[in-house]
């Protein structure tokens, strides 16, 4: 069995990577096959994705495999994950829907193999195979590599231990191949993943402090810096690999002369202050992202203009000091393995002083507290090796009996295992689209051409480009305020207004590739002869003044979902403000109810956000709590059997601003204000009045419909 402090045989190191393994995608089966029961979460007889930036990469593998794009289409065009993907597509013809749902398993599943590694270069194989166990699966490290969580996340932790294992093993072993791993992994990492210079950047100034203190005498922890400084770079990935090799065969070979040693730190800092230097300034602007978010009004300034900032309606940007047994969780399972994993890692730093190098990914982890529970999968690996050096610890102070010994840490793992387990069983996620979306996806492809732009909200940017091949305006990627500005006017101001911005924003969007300018608007307002000081009259006017719009290039398309409906009131949001100061226009009256009953002449209506509202029949008032009040109109709309939709008007006072819809074949309810009745989505989507003159009905689906604007 597994021995302590006897050096393992390889084939019982490979036998528990091959169980770890295996236990791992077995885990990662179960969401398929509980989701193979639903059919809408299947297009092109494949289960598809649950992640929206995943389209991102589909995207680039779909075009990477067609041999073209277009320009400024934002195809994640020759991104590592869309690369490995196409490799994949190209090399095994494994069908592209097929590499989507299952590559995160098959990757992050690898995770296994450096945390058993790194267990048996430190003589605790058996720490590191439970350790292996418990992160493969648990929460946060299983929820963003589930299958069909198609994202870079699926082996970014993956390589972050390989480095880790490189750098812990050149401790115990003081070879050049161990640099190499340390070196090699860290610029797979810096090609596989923009985001990485952080961390690889923390690694190495942690391993510089760790090598200062306990081995400064040691010339190969140097020389693995320099490497990795190397790899660190926006040097170019089979650039940085020569160089790295080069630098190992020097160091093989001619390791004792000190001008080699010298001179390779110069070239390995010089190159580094070279071509660290873009890493430095996105390294910034992402602190700026996660960390200042708060620090400000919300607001986000472009252009002397007040946008609204998008990081406040992105969830997983949120912070987790208020929910700290979710950041538990997420972690470690549950409380107690917590407690356990911390102390074991804190031990283990302390008896093995070079585990102190992993203290950037357990600190990353910890970020979470403050900057948003994406970060807590860096600190599970560690805390994982932590809970299983614990045991190794106690079972070996308890018992000289190895048999005993297996015993406890046997149910100890299993223990620790029951949590993640659990939540695996319950994490049943939809798909991003259901089928009968994508479906209207796929039929307005065949209609709109790959430089026609398609209209509709950021967060289905991405999807929408994948399955109809065109362009977009915003999408998860792009999604500053000033970018989402426009879109939420186009779907929240009156149809003629709309237009022309849809219009506008398209054509300067375009021009703004070749004449590098940076705010739409501001170079609206100078072509058409207005100050910064106008925006506000110039937008409220829009639809009936004669605006200056560019000669038209392309068709654009609206695309708007049912499922808009939930987030309309955040769409609003970065449309209906003063760009001068950022303030609120006003706080718009927009509340979905699909919870009601009928009581007599009397329906009750309920709402997550306000209190009941109960709608009089007989005279088309409405009570909110004491309050009573007339409203404007009353619709009811309702699909016949041929799909086709009925929208029956009853006007009641016309000096009232409230309007309530009752969408009969959805079951749901909207109570309303003016501006949001008269707004486009909802006369487009809800009511289907559209303007003739303006727009044109493509796809009327209930699920979503398509209209292409008139120009
Ligand atoms: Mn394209």
């Known amino acids: 069995m597994i021995e302590k402090n006897i050096k393992s045989p390889m084939a019982m190191t490979l036998l528990l990577m091959v169980v770890a393994y295996v236990f791992s995608v077995v885990c990662r089966l179960w969401y398929v096959y509980w989701a193979s029961d639903y059919s809408y979460f299947f297009w092109n007889d494949s289960l598809m994705i649950n992640t929206n930036d995943g389209y991102a990469f589909a995207e680039g593998a779909r075009d990477m495999l067609a041999g073209f794009h277009q320009p400024n289409d934002l195809s994640f065009w020759d991104f590592s994950l869309s690369t490995l993907t196409y490799w994949i597509v190209k090399y095994t013809s494994i069908k592209i829907e097929t590499v989507m749902i299952y590559l995160s398993v098959a990757m992050s599943s690898l995770v296994v193999i450096p945390v058993i590694l790194i267990g048996k270069v430190c003589g605790e194989l058996r720490a590191g195979f439970i350790g292996a166990l418990l992160a493969s699966v648990a929460n946060s490290y299983y929820n963003r590599t589930m299958a069909g969580y198609y994202d870079t996340d699926m082996l970014i932790i993956v390589v972050c231990m390989f480095i880790l294992w490189g750098l812990i093993r050149l401790h115990y072993k003081n070879n050049i191949s161990s640099m190499l791993i340390a070196a090699v992994f860290m610029a797979i990492h810096s090609w596989w993943y923009t985001s990485s210079f952080p961390i690889n950047l923390a690694i190495i100034v942690m391993f510089f402090i760790y090598t200062i203190i306990s081995d400064r005498k040691n010339l190969i922890n140097y020389q693995t810096i320099f490497m990795m400084l190397i790899a660190t770079t926006t040097f170019g990935f089979e650039y940085k690999i020569i160089l790295i090799a080069l630098m190992g065969l020097i160091y093989r070979f001619m390791d004792k002369k000190l001008a080699i040693f010298i001179s390779s730190g110069v070239v ?55 929910n700290l047994s979710l950041f538990i969780d997420r972690i470690s399972g549950n409380v107690v393995v917590f407690a356990i994993s911390v102390i074991g890692y804190i031990l283990l730093c302390f008896k093995k002083r070079i585990f102190l190098i992993t203290m950037p990914m357990v600190g990353l982890g910890m970020i979470a507290l403050t900057s948003g529970l994406r970060f807590t999968i860096y600190a599970v690996c560690m805390m994982a090796f932590g809970f299983g050096y614990f045991m190794s610890f106690i079972a070996a102070k308890i018992t000289s009996k190895h048999q005993i010994q297996i015993v406890i840490m046997t149910l100890a793992g299993a223990f620790a295992l029951i949590s993640p387990l659990m939540h695996i069983y319950d994490y049943r996620v939809s798909t991003v689209f259901n089928n009968n979306e994508v479906s209207v996806l796929d039929r307005l492809k065949s209609v709109a051409n790959r430089e026609d732009y398609v209209i509709s909200w950021w967060d289905y940017g991405y999807a929408i480009r994948y399955y109809s091949d065109v362009k977009t305006l915003i999408d998860g990627g792009k999604h500053s305020g000033k970018d989402n500005f426009a879109v939420s006017y186009a779907l929240l101001y009156p149809q003629n207004a709309s237009a022309k911005m849809a219009a506008l924003e398209v054509e300067y969007t375009e021009k703004s590739y070749k004449d590098k300018f940076d705010n739409n608007l501001m170079e609206i307002l100078k072509d058409n002869n207005k100050t910064i000081g106008d925006v506000n009259n110039f937008l409220s006017i829009l639809g009936n003044y004669d605006v200056l719009i560019p000669q038209k290039t392309r068709d654009i398309f609206y695309f708007l979902p049912f499922r808009m409906m939930e987030i309309f009131p955040v769409v609003a949001q970065f449309s209906r403000l003063d760009l001068l100061d950022g303030k609120d226009f006003s706080n718009n009256l927009f509340v979905v109810s699909s919870s009601y009953a009928q009581e007599g002449k009397q329906i009750i209506l309920k709402f997550d956000t306000m209190p009941d509202v109960i709608f009089n029949i007989n005279d088309g008032s409405i009570n909110i709590g004491n309050q009573h009040y007339y409203i404007n109109k009353f619709i009811q709309t309702a699909y016949d059997d041929k799909r086709n939709l009925h929208v029956n008007t009853y006007e009641i006072d016309p000096k009232s601003g409230l309007y309530l819809v009752f969408m009969s074949s959805y079951a749901k309810w909207i109570l309303m204000d003016e501006n949001m009745f008269n707004s486009t989505y909802i006369q487009l989507f809800v009511l289907e009045n559209y303007d003739k003159n303006l727009f044109e009905p493509i796809i009327l689906d209930p699920i979503a419909k398509v209209y292409k604007l008139k120009r």
């Open 268 to 322: 390995a800092v010089a190159i580094f202050g070279i071509f660290g230097d873009g890493q430095f300034k996105k390294f910034i602007s992402s602190l700026q992202f996660y960390m200042f978010r708060n620090t400000s009004d919300g607001m986000v300034m472009a252009g002397n203009l007040h946008y609204f900032n998008v990081n406040q309606t992105i969830m997983e940007a949120g912070n987790l000091i208020s």
